[in-house]
């Protein structure tokens, strides 16, 4: 179905119906109950799984597939936001401009950085990549560009927002004046309570995970195409692909513009949601980001990369929230003493601390199952070792 | 004319001169073999052939054209084929993807941009590959992961996958090294089998005199780096120049 073989539409409804039902699997505890704090479900945190999904849906294509380790991602999420704020600032609020910019101006930005990056392998093109977004970055910080040409253009340390007086031609006097879809508002939603539970069904994270859903359908496309054997034959043996009669460099410079396009749609839905759109989002620790959830995930598999951006997105805005006071209301049925050693203790891992949980759960992960999230789920549903090391087409033989 | 004409190749690695003023010439269709002791710049000679080591001087023609100054995926596209010395197969994937991606690379040449189609709905190539396995008696492994198999099993597929591109000259470095006798038996059937039912020529490099006298029609003996002579089995059997190469002394 939809050029698709079974197991892989099967893959494919999961996620369509994962993210279906996301406000209510991430709102299963009741609102007033003592474990409500856990719920992923509310419209902030649903839209940057579906958004960082995307990211790293499109990483893995070039990770994925080639091998070749991108540190410098973040550029192409970076200039997805500036160029769709742009098109909300010249045009008006509506969306889908801004969205089809940013992936037209990621596209072309990556054209240039993997035609330079791309003349090395290994860790000097991680660190080529690197050194170019650590550049976007600074570039974007200090609107290099735009005092060179007399114009705000990412409007430096500030940010670029929105303002009354920008043109915004398309706009009419009724117009909506946050970011919308013909007219549907983005920050719209409907809140459904049933009994004790609360269920928000947001407009925007639906907006973003049809987004989602399509670009999973596309990487599993190319996972299973002509191109995507390429790629991985990329990986394999870069030497017996030149002496089989293949030019390796085209197809890795495809799989990076795919890819770079792909950070360019995250980076135009990250300001779809927000019309925001700041250099920090370049920055190279958002680069790092995209590597830990695709590696956490399952690097080259399919469904890899949303489970690790899930995971990760889920941890840092959960355990980021554990302050000191929530931490205390925990732990008071234990005697005082105890009490302030696991509060002390635990303090250690949540609020500023998250990066430390994050750490220790990509250790293990890494350590025990190589394989990311997936292996482990693998393991957990006693499915047989795949033949192949990576998840792309292993057709098994007819009995 | 041959099919290939090597011209006054030279080609130093600091020092050491490995090969000097080596000139060559492949008859179309025949079994070229060329022998030497360790060292004598064999591989060295197939570097140059395939593009993958640029000569310091000296000219490479193969069926009328410039080999030098090509890519090496370029120099395949005209038709040269390389089996290594160690198997270079795909060792990440199984035995049919690895016949498949020489199978495309046939059709569509050094680049295509198919991202949209499935792969095992292209079925020329499906088809090509799987009657290339069933040539080669490897049917039953299709979906084996290659890693895991036999060196000897490694050589046939990466045989197999120069064959699929229909060659018009196939290298082979050293095809039955470090096989057992009876697989070498096997390859030298294989080899005898491929010469009769295909336009090919084939240049093999072996150290096994065996395979060498069973298969060959002209022999090429490389001494550091230089021919020392040419000429077909029988003669080169006695001849006192290739026992010195060889023993390192004076017949
Ligand atoms: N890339 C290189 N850099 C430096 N020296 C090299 C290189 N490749 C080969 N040599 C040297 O050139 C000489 C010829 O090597 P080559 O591999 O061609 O020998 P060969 O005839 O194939 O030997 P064998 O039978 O052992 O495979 C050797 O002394 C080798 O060490
Ligand atoms: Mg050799």
Redesign the pocket.
Known sequence: MLGLEKKDFNLLMVVVALSLFAPLILNIFPKESAFAFFNGGYPDLMQRFAIFGIFAIGFNILFGLTGYLSFGHAAFLGVGSYAAVWMFKLLGYNVLPGLILSVVVAGLLSVVIGFVSLRRSGIYFSILTLAFAQMMYSIAYSDLFGRWLGITLTNGETGLQVYNNDPQILMGPDSSTVPHIFGLEMSSRLTLPVGPWEFVFPVGYYFCAIFLVISFYLSIRIFRSPFGLMLRAVKSNNQRMTYTGLNPRPYTLAAFIISGMYAGLAGGLLASMDPLAGAERMYWTESGAVVIMTVLGGVGTLIGPVLGAGTIKYMENIISKMNEKLLHEWFSFLPESLEKAMVWSASWFTGEGWHMTQGVVFMLVIIFLPGGLVQGSNKLFGRRKRKSTDDAATKQPAE | MGILEVKGVNKR?GG?Q?LGDVNLSIAENTVHAII?P???????LLNVLIGKLIPDTGSVMFDGQSVLGRAPHEINQMGISRVF?TPEIFSELNVMENMMISCFAKRDGSFRMQAMADMFGEKDVVEKAEKMLVDMEMADKRYDHTAAMSRGDKRRLEIAMCLSQEPRLLLLDEPTAGMARADTNNTIDLLKQIKDERDITIAIIE?DMHVVFSLSERITVLAQGTPLVEDTPDNIKGHPKVKEAYLGEAA
């Open positions: 690695f050491l490995a030497g360790n060292g004598a710049g064999k591989s060295t010395q150290h």
